[in-house]
Nanobody, 126 residues
Framework: QVQLVESGGGLVQAGGSLRLSCAAS????????MGWFRQTPGKEREFVAS????????YYADSVKGRFTISRDNAKNTVYLEMNSLKPEDTAVYYC???????????????????WGQGTQVTVSS
């Protein structure tokens, strides 16, 4: 079983930055591919970014491309989401997700991930 704990959320003004962290335990971190999703009330959880087990491949939603950066530190069992030029529409609960690196699935879909964190709130004020 994999446990994921997000941190780093908070309140920031539009144009500001935040860095989210997700600490993983319960399984060798380098055996996991990781992703970030977000969700607002009344809406479906949506894909934000993903990174493969080595960090060599990343993928972003169009809405965050060029502003957000996903990275990982396998020595620290942690994945990060650096968020710059934040907009009010980025306000959401952000969730970290993990899946076995050998699992086949489209990385932008919820079904591709087996493990989820509890989420961290990000609020961007205008």
């Amino acid at each position: 079983q994999v446990q994921l704990v997000e941190s780093g959320g908070g309140l920031v003004q539009a144009g500001g930055s935040l860095r989210l962290s997700c600490a993983a335990s319960g399984r060798t971190f380098s055996s996991l591919s990781m992703g970030w999703f977000r969700q607002t009330p009344g809406k479906e959880r949506e894909f934000v970014a993903s990174i493969n087990w080595s960090g060599s491949n990343t993928y972003y939603a169009d809405s965050v491309k060029g502003r957000f950066t996903i990275s990982r530190d396998n020595a620290k069992n942690t994945v990060y989401l650096e968020m710059n030029s934040l907009k009010p529409e980025d306000t959401a609960v952000y969730y970290c997700a993990a899946r076995a690196r050998e699992k086949i699935g489209i990385v932008t879909t919820i079904a591709a991930y087996d493990y989820w964190g509890q989420g961290t709130q990000v609020t961007v004020s205008s």
